[in-house]
């Protein structure tokens, strides 16, 4: 099994890759700088690194990394700066989605393909009748447009949901929705729940990104879990936390 990771320098991307090796998967990256990932996982046989901006390869280059991947994953995310969040790409979670799902289909792989998302709680699952308050709604509005990757990040979820849908032959898909992120050393109890059951603005949880990659790899890497969560968009929450 192979499965290709972006992002994989990321807080969270970092702990999905060394989840992956661990399984014995072939994990592939794309980073621009391999500088902070640790000289356990930079040097393991089963991982291999092209040195590059996902977005500044062109289509066919970008469809030979992903040709022969089981499994797609984003971690993609906006650095927490004034460039990170107001400079360009704008839309860098949407755009790479959007050009990782054409690679996929350029390559009219013979099995479908896994594509997982890393987001946020923060954003709706629009096939479902999530109840928010009015409160909510005009909060989420506010961080919407004042800050870009809250659009960012509901895009690229809406990209899968609709432009790619439930029918795709060549994709299935799942978006990963954590609460507020915290760092954690070890893997730890977490509850996965359709839609939110709380509050990401007035009550949020708190997940670590290990539960998150820990998460993630098991949808890549388990049957089961795939097909009770493919299509859709659960919420991810540490157990301690409700």
């Known amino acids: 099994m192979t499965t290709l990771v972006v992002g994989a320098t990321g807080a969270t991307g970092k702990m999905l890759v060394k989840q992956l090796l661990d399984r014995g998967i072939n994990v592939r990256i794309i980073v621009r700088s391999s500088d902070k990932l640790s000289t356990e996982i930079i040097n393991h046989s089963h991982l291999s690194v092209t040195h590059a901006s996902i977005l500044d390869l062109n289509n066919a280059t ?16 906006h650095n ?37 998302l890393m987001n946020t709680a923060g954003n709706r699952n629009r096939d479902l009748s999530e109840r928010v308050s009015f409160a909510e709604q005009v909060s989420i509005g506010v961080i919407r447009f004042l800050l870009p990757p809250q659009a960012d990040n509901e895009q690229a979820a809406d990209y899968l949901r609709v432009e790619i849908g439930q029918n795709s032959p060549v994709i299935e898909w799942a978006v990963i929705r954590p609460d507020s992120l915290v760092n954690e050393d070890n893997v ?18 708190t997940t670590s990104r290990i539960n998150v990659g820990h998460f ?7 049957p089961d879990i795939w097909n009770r969560w493919k299509g859709q968009m659960p919420v991810i929450y540490n157990k301690t936390s409700t």
Request: charged residues 20%; glycine residues 6%; contains cysteine.
């Open 62 to 77: 970008l469809a030979q990394h992903v040709d022969g991947c089981d499994a797609v994953a984003s971690c993609l995310g």
């Open 80 to 116: 927490i700066s004034l460039k990170g969040m107001y400079g360009h790409p704008r839309r860098l979670v949407t755009d790479a989605t959007r050009r990782l799902c054409n690679a996929i289909k350029a390559n009219s792989p013979t099995q479908s393909v896994k594509f997982v």
């Open 216 to 222: 993630m790899a098991d949808l890549i890497t388990d």
């Open 188 to 205: 730890t109890a977490y509850e996965l729940h359709p839609s939110p059951i709380r509050s990401a603005i007035f009550n949020p949880g």
